[in-house]
């Protein structure tokens, strides 16, 4: 396809409990970042790739979240014991170059912790 | 402390009329600045965007206003139609951001019949 494409849709675990959250970004896209929403709020920043490294983690909350990038295109957002305030719809987005331009955003992931 | 402020949780217009969403902005270092529209399940949808050396960008219906001295953007839908009922998202980036966007709590728009 030609957008950003991020699985699963849906994502119900347990407290406590390991995810991983996929991000597709659109062919040839340099810049994929992460962002995260609760409801009734914007999208937050978490994470920006530039190509393959980690340009800006500084929207991670706290240590049990990691994202990796390895070969410059498929992200994968990892989250280690899981807790009920990381329910939230976790959203990707590529951009071209990473400068003042449009990013594109997939549908993103429904993530549920019970 | 917001970054990006928009203070309008709702909006309700009548359809062919004109729909204005505002948005405002403390952090003079931003220099570009984005709207998106939202419907639900579905991610961000780009509309238009402007960066900090114009006032004014047009795209058809959607033309976005810049104020940089009153740190205030809106934006203009014309006519509105029922299909633009959605919620609309304000962004901004620069001062140090590296790109990221600093979102906006959202307006959602009702465009009516």
């Known amino acids: 396809g030609a957008g950003v494409s991020q699985t699963p849709s849906n994502k119900v675990t347990e407290k406590g409990k390991y995810v991983e959250l996929r991000c597709d970004p659109i062919?040839?896209?340099?810049?994929l970042y992460w962002y995260r929403q609760s409801l009734g709020q914007g999208p937050e920043f978490l994470i920006y790739f530039q190509g393959t490294g980690a340009a800006d983690d500084s929207g991670l909350p706290n240590d049990r979240f990691f994202a990796v990038r390895p070969e410059g295109s498929v992200s994968t957002l990892k989250i280690q014991r899981t807790e009920r305030g990381d329910s939230a719809v976790y959203l990707c987005?590529?951009?071209?170059?990473?400068?003042?331009?449009?990013?594109?955003f997939g549908d993103g992931t429904r993530l549920s912790i019970l | 402390d917001q970054q990006v402020k928009q203070n309008s949780p709702s909006l309700s217009v009548q359809e062919g009329r004109i729909s204005i969403l505002n948005c405002d902005y403390t952090n003079s270092m931003f220099d570009y600045f984005l709207w998106y529209k939202k419907y639900p399940a579905e991610g961000p949808t780009f509309l238009i965007s402007i960066s900090s050396i114009k006032d004014k960008n047009e795209d058809g219906r959607f033309t976005v206003f810049l104020n940089k001295s009153a740190k205030h953007l809106s934006l203009h839908i014309v006519p509105s139609q029922p299909g633009d009922s959605a919620v609309y998202f304000c962004a901004a980036s620069g001062g140090g951001s590296q790109g990221n966007l600093i979102f906006g709590k959202g307006t959602k728009l009702s465009v009516k019949p």
């Open positions: 062919s040839g896209h340099t810049a």
């Open positions: 987005a590529s951009s071209p170059t990473g400068r003042s331009e449009p990013q594109h």
